[in-house]
């Protein structure tokens, strides 16, 4: 039981640092928590594929200048003139790339189950908002199995299941490609091959099929410019 | 996003220590205990807001279902609408979904501007952008001269006086630019300097018997569209539809007549028509009058005394005749128009037999061009001739809508003597010189002539701007000449740009702030009016935004007033909560947002609160007032400037414009020039007693025709909301609603004829190039577009403005290209109007 409780416990954690990586990079703080060795010694455990970039991203980080690594985030997850790289489910999942599709509907009601509701401004599909998700659902289950309550343990383990399997991992893999065909910061190249790897890896797991491309055909807005 | 709760980046236990509880940690989420009611099963509303996709300005309701808005339709209290809404309604939902909008405020750490250079922003907090923004005000201010500070204005509610009017007389600047001569200040010339309406007519399409359309196509645009779009079958069935244009639209597709003019030559085709009219005794004598024995003496090329007719309604009918009308026979029209000899007198005919039933829709393709506001006095002068003009079945003025207004004797007090001084200052777009009369209402310099601040700015003329802030603009895209626009904007060392998307304009500057789209998120008012019903909508949030976005035109100055009093401005401050006290209670605002929704109230107040009759409906206070969203006005009264009373210097309808000729002889004596000279250096021919009737101007072209043989037409697409949805995958993929256009494409429509002689095949990709720019787009072959002449949508052609506008920003590549690339600089100098129309781009078309 305690191994699992752990195992779940450092997926929660691994879940809850992957998701500080889609913040605006504030890099005073992670220093000050010593967020990215944190990480590196718990994908080391939870994820041994995603582990080297992880690994990577210790390593690199300090190559990178805090305004280069804001500039090379903004680029591509906030904009301002494009998203290189959109965080967002329905982007990938849904007709017509926009926020608020159905899939972002979908998402919000797995939340409410969950008892959630978001309390950021931001799509409820963003993707630091569903990895935190993970890292909630993780945490619930490990608090269940500690305690003993097999029929919460059982309803986490199918949400989480559930989510994984029609949300987060339906459009993860495309998504970090668009960050590797987006940026050549080293940080970001690697946290996308992580965050693959590490999604990858938990899929497996759990018996998940991870979604390699955009879900529909998105034959309206992907036309050749002319 | 930023982090926003410290304790998320702690992590439990280290490994290896044992299992111990431990909580989930949560920054993005709190407890929801409202779950249980699953996605899509909510019962939803139908909430009102109002349409800016074009200038009709719809009142609408919003289906919104689990905080998400889902369907439009118009407003079900709407006499101007009737519960309709057109493309561009639904089409908004991917405006306000989009997600290439801009999310949070963003500063720029690149200093070099340009087109293709990366600005490099990146977020920045509100309470840091709105302290850099403030301290860059108080440096101009502490150094004497706040007016380098310019507010440019885009699409706008009128809730603009507060940014627009208030925010810089208070600082002290005189330039307040607004986008409105982009739009159709040539057109109200029409209509001003005949019957005095500085505006845009409503039509009666349920009475009219002649539906002349010139210029525009009104199911598509032009300021009553779903009305428009419901009516025209019906106005088929009963009465004649003409309709005026080089290239055919959705209305000339279904009309009687199409009269495709050679570009530019409006004036001659609309004097020709009334040649006939008059030569044939056509005229409405109702309005009009007659020769006093009844003889009707108008002969061709022959001169008639003006002591011989009596005119009822109008004035100076002989005199137009003399001057500019007697020669034009129609045969002479038809060689300068290229429209048949036959088919002018077929609709004079027409007209005259529908008389006084006729609507004359004068659109801006008949006015903003070059030489364009002769152009457009001659085309209204047909409303006058036929007695359409403020008749049953015809083109009207409108009803009055009782709102508030801003109080400028206020507003003064709240100007210390730096303000006072310099917001009288010369405005940066030159309106007033000499060659820039821009005679709006009669005043010399009273209307925005938009399109010259690029002239203001790069000659620092009359001094350099140092600071511009922007909503809802995006002028290096919507005027004509976007290369001078790119040059000024990087030459200004401060810009601040407040909008949606970050756009071309956006490309220059040092902030840009995320703001509501006003369909879904904003509250505001706007005036607007459709089959004789004036209208008051509101723009109201019907949804939560997703992002952290503001109000322009109230949240911003509100949040800058407080701004600039804590660096010892209180001015500002003092102004807007003064002057904006909640009307019910009079208290002042506290907040933004309080601020925002005490200056809707003040201004919409004499609606709702009863205490004077509305001359329309009847709404039982504010609540009532945002559960409506909209007000109408009593059905306006026919004729009701007829009998002396229309706004001209004679009272009367004018053939022979005193009106015209006192503003352009007050711009003259300013200058101490001869009205002559005027004209010489507004680029216009007519001399003598031809300034001051509706005539034919021969139409200006911007470069050589040897090199560049075809005429451009530029128009606006059914699914523009305005240059802002080309974001939206919908606009491309039912881009086909377009007469002539294929979906997924920048179609270039060029006559068959013309592309044989070109060697030119449908579908094959060119390169269309003019003395200003060039850029590619694909050859449709079209027979709905007259020979020699050439046409594309306005709309696409974004370099920046998100992932499906633009091809590919890093690289500054446009999909598709931008018109106003291809459309040299120039400027109808009379009206101030950017000149977009008339055919003044002449290009070249190459296979790539």
Not at chain 2, 135 to 145: I, S
Not at chain 2, 656 to 665: I, V
Request: net charge neutral; proline share 5%.
């Amino acid at each position: 039981m305690t191994s699992t409780v752990t195992k779940y416990q450092q997926l929660a954690d691994s879940f809850k640092l992957l998701s500080v990586f889609f913040y605006e990079p504030e890099m005073h703080l992670w220093e000050q928590e010593d967020i990215l060795n944190q990480f590196s010694l718990l994908l080391q455990k939870t994820s041994p594929n995603a582990f080297p970039f992880a690994q990577q991203m210790c390593d690199n980080r300090e190559q990178i200048g805090e305004e280069q690594m804001q500039v090379d985030y903004a680029a591509l997850f906030v904009g301002p003139f494009e998203l290189l790289a959109a965080p967002y489910g329905s982007i990938y999942l849904d007709m017509n790339k926009q926020i608020m599709g159905d899939s972002t509907m979908a998402v919000l009601q797995v939340y409410r189950e969950a008892g959630l509701k978001v309390d950021v401004r931001d799509a409820p599909d963003h993707i630091a908002i569903e990895l935190e998700f993970m890292h909630y659902l993780y945490s619930l289950e490990a608090e269940a199995v500690l305690g003993g309550d097999h029929e919460q343990e059982t309803r986490m383990t199918s949400l989480r299941t559930h989510f994984l399997n029609t949300c987060l991992a339906q459009w993860v893999q495309p998504f970090c490609q668009s960050i590797k065909n987006g940026t050549n910061n080293v940080f970001y190249v690697n946290l996308a091959d992580c965050l693959k790897a590490f999604i990858a890896e938990i899929s497996e797991a759990d018996s998940v099929t991870l979604q390699e491309h955009n879900l529909p055909l998105q034959e309206n807005a992907d036309q050749p410019p002319v | 996003m930023k982090i926003k709760r410290r304790d998320f980046l702690k992590l439990g236990a280290a490994a290896g220590v044992a299992a111990t509880i431990r909580k989930p940690t949560l920054n993005a989420f709190a407890k929801d205990d409202g779950g249980k009611i699953a996605a899509g099963e909510l019962p939803g509303e139908w909430k009102p807001s109002t349409c800016q996709g074009c200038t009709t300005w719809c009142p609408v309701e919003i289906f919104v279902q689990d905080g998400r808005a889902v369907k439009v339709r118009g407003n079900r209290y709407s006499k101007q609408n009737e519960g309709n809404v057109c493309p561009r309604g639904h089409l908004s939902l991917q405006q306000v979904y989009d997600p290439d909008r801009i999310k949070v405020p963003m500063k720029r750490t690149n200093p070099k501007k340009g087109r293709g250079i990366d600005p490099k922003f990146v977020p920045i907090s509100w309470d840091e952008a709105l302290n850099t923004i403030a301290d860059k005000m108080m440096e101009l201010r502490n150094a004497g001269e706040p007016e380098t500070f310019s507010l440019m204005r885009g699409r706008y509610t009128y809730m603009r006086d507060v940014i627009y009017d208030v925010m810089p007389k208070v600082f002290g600047s005189p330039n307040n630019i607004s986008h409105s001569s982009t739009c159709a200040e040539a057109e109200k010339f029409g209509s001003y300097y005949t019957e005095g309406y500085w505006s845009y007519r409503d039509y009666d399409l349920d009475k009219t018997k002649y539906l002349l359309v010139w210029g525009c196509d009104p199911v598509s645009s032009n300021r009553m569209v779903p009305a428009a779009i419901k009516r025209l079958g019906d106005v088929i069935d009963r009465a004649t539809v003409a309709v005026v244009d080089p290239k055919m639209n959705n209305t000339s597709a279904k009309a009687h007549e199409w009269l495709p003019v050679l570009p530019g030559t409006d004036g001659a085709l609309a004097l020709g028509i009334a040649h006939v009219m008059l030569t044939e005794g056509l005229w409405y004598k109702g309005f009009v009058g007659d020769f006093k024995d009844g003889k009707n003496r108008f002969e061709s090329g022959k001169e008639v005394e003006e002591a011989t007719f009596e005119e009822k309604e109008s004035y100076g009918v002989i005199k137009w005749w003399n001057i500019a009308v007697k020669d034009m026979s129609p045969k002479k029209a038809a060689e300068l128009s290229g429209i048949p000899v036959d088919q002018i007198i077929r609709i004079a005919r027409g007209l005259g037999k529908a008389a006084p039933n006729v609507c004359v829709w004068m659109g801006p393709g008949c006015a903003m061009h070059v030489r364009g506001a002769y152009s457009a006095m001659a085309v209204h002068a047909l409303a006058g001739l036929t007695g359409g003009t403020d008749n049953e079945g015809g083109s009207l003025q409108t009803a009055k809508i009782p709102v508030n207004k801003l109080n400028k004797e206020l507003l003064k007090t709240f100007q210390d003597d730096l303000a006072k001084k310099h917001s009288k200052m010369k405005k940066i777009d030159q309106r007033g010189y000499l060659n820039l009369p821009a005679i709006s209402k009669g005043k010399s310099g009273g209307g925005v002539v938009t399109n010259n601040v690029v002239h203001g700015i790069l000659n620092k003329d009359p001094y350099a701007i140092k600071m511009i802030i922007g909503y809802m603009n995006n002028f290096a895209f919507s005027c004509n000449g976007t290369d001078l626009w790119e040059k000024a904007l990087a030459s200004v060392p401060f810009t601040v740009h407040l909008t949606t998307n970050a756009s071309e304009f956006s490309q220059f500057a040092d902030i840009v702030l995320p703001c509501v789209v006003n369909k879904y998120e904003k509250y505001g008012f706007v005036k607007t009016k459709a089959n004789r019903y004036a209208t008051c909508t509101l723009l109201q949030p019907v949804i939560k935004p997703v992002w952290d976005v503001i109000t322009d035109e109230t949240e911003f100055p509100f949040l800058i007033s407080e701004k600039l009093k804590e660096r010892g401005f209180p001015n500002l401050y003092d102004a807007l909560t003064t002057m904006y006290a909640d009307p019910e209670t009079g208290k002042k605002a506290k907040n933004a947002k309080e601020f925002t929704e005490y200056t809707l109230k003040y201004y919409t107040a004499p609606l709702w609160d009863g205490k004077k009759d509305s001359h329309g409906d009847k709404i039982n206070g504010w609540e009532e007032m945002k559960k409506r969203g909209m007000w109408n006005s009593d059905p306006y009264e026919y004729k009701k400037h007829w009998g002396g009373k229309y706004k001209t210097k004679t009272g009367r309808f004018e053939f022979y414009s005193e009106t015209l000729k006192k503003a352009l002889g007050g711009h003259a004596d300013k200058h101490n020039v001869s009205i002559d000279k005027v004209l010489e250096e507004s680029n216009y021919t007519a001399r003598g007693e031809l300034a001051f009737v509706p005539h034919y101007e021969p139409p200006h072209r911007n470069g050589d025709m040897k090199e560049y043989p075809f005429v451009f037409i530029d128009y606006k697409s059914r699914l523009n909301r305005e240059g802002r949805s080309q974001n939206c995958p919908w606009y491309y993929e039912f881009k086909h609603v377009d007469p002539g256009d294929v979906s997924h494409q920048d179609s270039l429509k060029i006559n068959p004829i013309d592309a044989k002689n070109i060697g030119i095949k449908d579908g094959d990709k060119v390169r269309i190039s003019s003395i200003a720019g060039s850029g590619e787009c694909v050859a449709h072959l079209w027979e709905g577009i007259r020979p020699g002449t050439v046409a594309k949508a306005y709309g696409q052609g974004h370099w920046a403005y998100g992932n499906t506008a633009a091809a590919n920003y890093a690289k500054a590549e446009e999909r598709g290209i931008n018109n106003n690339t291809i459309i040299p600089w120039d400027i109808d100098r009379l009206s101030g109007s950017n000149a977009r129309n008339g055919g003044h781009a002449v290009v070249k078309i190459e296979k790539v």
